[in-house]
């Protein structure tokens, strides 16, 4: 995808896309609708502390996370980078032996070094050979380094994002303001970006020549794209819930959501020709 360089991730050693390079895509629009459209992303990091070592072979094992994350900009923060905001609880392992620096003095050596993904199956693509088949797929991995949001302005902000990441203004819609031990066991992670790449398949499926042209195989074998999409259900009251009728706001927003996702899987299972490798 040709974008400005300024609205692109740099290519470099750590997140250039070598294998069937030409589906990869370093532009920012890109990268960040496929975080902010995914329900869950992947946080991956070292849980090493200032006191901790390598030479324990525990303390050199990874740990992945998954989380609540979405791509913003504090309007407030004098920084028109976009990052990834993440949202847990205090005692979560990421929480607490994530930095908390000053924003404006935060750089990118000063956090803790992580990788962000986010994925989306959009179809399963079935060829005449196991070996040909695949997903089509939209994903996304980032690098940066989270430190612990510590400005309130900018944590309710982030929160606000966050919640309505999930429900178009349900932050507003809810009760509000946040108590103070809401906002105590409650930390926003910021996590500046500092590379990131995306990869897509949106194509039917390809198939060698020889078992195109084997007309049994053809006749006996389907090919083609089964669309996948997350979808909502018919939305079910809680016990106390006291509200008759599910406001049309939800309603409406699911209805728009699940007409959207089933027509973006379909889209994709058609958005390439079903080819033939030579």
């Given at each position: 995808m040709d974008t400005d360089d300024a609205d692109s991730y740099p290519k470099e050693q750590r997140n250039t896309v070598n294998r069937l390079?030409?589906?990869?895509?370093?532009?920012?629009?890109?990268?960040?609708?496929?975080?902010?459209?995914?329900?869950?992303?992947?946080?991956?990091?070292?849980?090493?502390?200032?006191?901790?070592?390598?030479?324990?072979?525990k303390e050199r094992m990874p740990i992945i996370l998954p989380m609540i994350g979405k791509m913003g900009v504090y309007p407030n923060g004098g920084d028109d980078a976009p990052v990834?905001?993440?949202?847990?609880?205090?005692?979560?392992?990421?929480?607490?032996?994530?930095?908390?620096?000053?924003?404006?003095?935060?750089?990118?050596?000063?956090?803790?070094p992580v990788c962000i993904a986010a994925t989306h199956v959009d179809g399963l693509v079935l060829a005449l050979s196991p070996f040909s088949h695949s997903y089509n797929y939209r994903s996304a991995v980032l690098q940066g380094t989270v430190i612990v949001v510590s400005d309130v302005d900018e944590k309710l902000w982030a929160m606000t994002l966050l919640t309505?990441?999930?429900?178009?203004?349900?932050?507003?819609?809810?009760?509000?303001?946040?108590?103070?031990?809401?906002?105590q066991s409650t930390r926003i992670l910021k996590a500046r970006i500092v590379s990131a790449s995306a990869k897509i398949r949106a194509e039917g499926p390809h198939d060698e020549r020889s078992d195109v042209q084997n007309e049994e195989l053809v006749k006996r074998v389907w090919?083609?794209?089964?669309?996948?999409?997350?979808?909502?259900?018919?939305?079910?009251?809680?016990?106390?819930?006291?509200?008759?009728?599910?406001?049309?706001?939800?309603?409406?927003?699911?209805?728009?959501?699940?007409?959207?996702?089933?027509?973006?899987?379909?889209?994709?299972?058609?958005?390439?020709?079903?080819?033939?490798?030579?």
């Open positions: 390079s030409k589906r990869a895509a370093y532009d920012h629009e890109t990268i960040h609708d496929i975080v902010n459209a995914a329900s869950v992303v992947h946080v991956s990091f070292l849980p090493l502390t200032p006191s901790s070592t390598y030479d324990d072979p990834c905001y993440l949202h847990g609880h205090i005692s979560s392992r990421l929480m607490k032996i994530s930095p908390t620096v000053s924003s404006s003095d935060a750089g990118e050596s000063d956090g803790l309505n990441g999930v429900l178009p203004q349900r932050w507003e819609t809810s009760r509000n303001p946040p108590t103070s031990a809401e906002m090919t083609g794209v089964v669309p996948v999409f997350e979808g909502f259900g018919e939305p079910v009251p809680s016990t106390y819930n006291g509200v008759r009728t599910i406001p049309e706001d939800i309603r409406e927003y699911l209805r728009q959501e699940n007409v959207k996702r089933k027509n973006d899987a379909i889209r994709a299972a058609k958005g390439g020709d079903h080819k033939v490798v030579e």
